[in-house]
Antibody, heavy 117, light 106 residues
């Protein structure tokens, strides 16, 4: 069965960096696009970024462009989100999700990022 | 960006009730719409993709319909485990966008 396990969250000061990881198993990772989605405390879902199966295509929500970078290592079945110049408004639970049939078919359990001084 | 508007934002229902949630897109998205269920403290779970097909393992009491700009999620007979928040999402163009959510409460 599909399993996605995020890690790397924590408390970080504004302006600092953090890298999230998402370890995938139970499917052929290199055949699927992958997404990051976040959810601020008590708020709704916000899509953050997507990467194609081979890593050649990437797209981001406007609010993170130039600060966040999505990447993947298909040899390790791992998805990454490098987050630089973090702001208080980036505080959220970050989920990785597997793309399938124009939906996010499977989700990880999430990792909490708190940006605070 | 495509705006997704869900209604109602919350509803109260009882076990056995038929529940309908609507989602409207700010422009034509064909059938590129997904529905998700989220319980408190848990990750979202995919229910429906491409407007109407159920994800594997999703009970048949859930159904989706619509195309273009207007979509509906229906739960034919609400079960105790269905009390949750439901989100629609357009998958037609980037940035992907979600509706604001509908909380289904007792």
């Amino acid at each position: 069965q599909v399993q996605l396990v995020e890690s790397g969250g924590g408390v970080v000061q504004p302006g600092r960096s953090l890298r999230l990881s998402c370890a995938a198993s139970g499917f052929t990772f290199s055949s699927y696009g992958m997404h990051w989605v976040r959810q601020a405390p008590g708020k709704g879902l916000e899509w953050v970024a997507v990467i194609s199966d081979d890593g050649s295509y990437k797209n981001y929500v406007e609010s993170v462009k130039g600060r966040f970078t999505i990447s993947r290592d298909n040899s390790k079945s791992t998805l990454y989100l490098q987050m630089n110049s973090l702001r208080a408004e980036d505080t959220a639970v970050y989920y990785c999700a597997k793309a399938h049939s124009k939906s996010l078919s499977s989700w990880g359990q999430g990792t909490l990022v708190t940006v605070s001084s | 960006d495509i705006q997704m508007t869900q209604s109602p934002s919350s509803l109260s229902a009882s076990v056995g009730d038929r529940v309908t949630i609507t989602c409207r897109a700010s422009q034509d998205i064909s059938n590129d719409l997904a529905w998700y269920q989220q319980k408190p403290g848990k990750a979202p779970k995919s229910l429906i993709y491409a407007g109407s097909p159920l994800q594997s393992g999703v009970p048949s009491r859930f159904s989706g319909s619509g195309s273009g700009t207007d979509f509906t999620l229906t739960i034919s007979s609400l079960q105790p485990e269905d009390f949750a928040t439901y989100y629609c999402q357009q998958c037609n163009s980037f940035p992907l966008t979600f509706g604001g959510g509908t909380s289904v409460e007792i």
